[in-house]
């Protein structure tokens, strides 16, 4: 493979950048605690963000509005998700990116992104719904999350204008069907760039032996073996979520330095152990 030493990934083809690690919102304990944790990431360079509007029942949306509010808005690249069926009518969609735009506290998104695709809804609809919403002004760019590589070639053909730039998908060291099943060679091709979720298993990468080996060898801990791992790969920007002052502190050196050759080729041959 080859090797991404950038720490800031371009997000499609837009020409804009950001950290190469980002930070998720779902299931956030204690928000308070989280909002000192996410003022102290974004003070330590990390610049983007995701939600949606299903977390927490849009209290993920609120917190991230309270946080953005405090830090400075113009400086952080904030993705949120709507779901398939507030996509499935014009009308829908703009009152589903109104109210997440009220509880964000915002009068625009960097990105929304259909949330999954509903096969019992027509997808032809939800694109061009999703596409709508940049012309009333309410997202600069649109993408998806859980798409396939067909749902992803239905998405672009119906696109009149817009580009998507990201497709948001579970991507981490013990599940790489993303590298399997040709969807990142497919993101690459047509400069899509790659959320990695759930990128920390939960939290299970912590205590995987092998990671364990590799980092002693870098003086770093499997969670930051498992981040480097996937943000070593072109278009991949990683989005664990942590509420967790030291945790943060463990994610953000996760970044500034790359596995070697070698060592991402061993790591790339694990089988996955969760599929
Ligand atoms: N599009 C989708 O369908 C979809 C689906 C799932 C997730 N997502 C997005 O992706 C984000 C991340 O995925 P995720 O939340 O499922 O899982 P994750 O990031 O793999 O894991 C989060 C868990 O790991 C723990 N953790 C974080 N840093 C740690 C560290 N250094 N050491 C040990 N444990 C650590 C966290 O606890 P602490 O908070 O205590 O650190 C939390 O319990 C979500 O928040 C969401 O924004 C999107």
């Not at 020409?15 to 308070?32: C, N, P």
């Not at 995701?50 to 949306?61: H, K, L, P, Q, V």
């Not at 709508?132 to 859980?146: D, E, H, K, P």
């Not at 080996?213 to 498992?226: H, T």
Request: charged share 25%; proline share 2%; glycine share 6%.
């Amino acid at each position: 493979m080859y090797i991404d030493y950038r720490d800031k990934k371009e997000i499609g083809n837009t020409g804009e950048f950001v950290s190469a690690i980002g930070l998720g919102t779902w299931r956030i304990k204690d928000y308070d605690t989280a909002y000192k944790t996410f003022l102290h990431a974004f003070e330590s360079g990390i610049d983007n963000v995701d939600t949606a509007e299903i977390y927490d029942s849009g209290r993920a949306e609120e917190f991230v509005g309270r946080v953005v509010k405090a830090f400075g808005r113009d400086n952080i690249f904030i993705t949120t998700k709507l779901a398939p069926y507030s996509l499935s009518d014009k009308y829908s969609a703009v009152k589903a990116a109104e109210n997440s735009l009220k509880r964000l506290g915002i009068k625009y998104v960097d990105l929304i992104l259909i949330h999954w695709s509903e096969p019992s809804l027509n997808l032809v609809n939800q694109i061009r719904n999703l596409e709508y919403l940049i012309t009333r002004g309410y997202t600069r760019y649109i993408g998806v999350s859980n798409f396939t590589v067909s749902e992803l070639d239905i998405a672009i053909e119906n696109l009149s204008k817009h580009d998507i730039v990201v497709n948001q998908v579970k991507y981490s060291i013990l599940d790489k069907r993303v590298e399997r099943e040709g969807l990142l060679d497919y993101c690459i091709r047509n400069k899509i760039s790659i959320h990695a979720y759930t990128p920390l298993e939960g939290g299970l990468v912590a205590h995987n032996e092998i990671l364990k080996q590799v980092g002693e060898k870098y003086n770093k801990s499997p969670i930051q073996i498992a981040l480097n791992y996937l943000i070593s790969h072109t278009r991949v920007i990683a989005i664990p979520k942590t509420e967790n002052e030291e945790h943060l502190t463990e994610i953000i050196n996760s970044m500034g330095w790359r596995l070697d050759q070698r060592d991402l080729d061993i790591l790339s041959t694990i089988e996955d152990i969760l599929y």
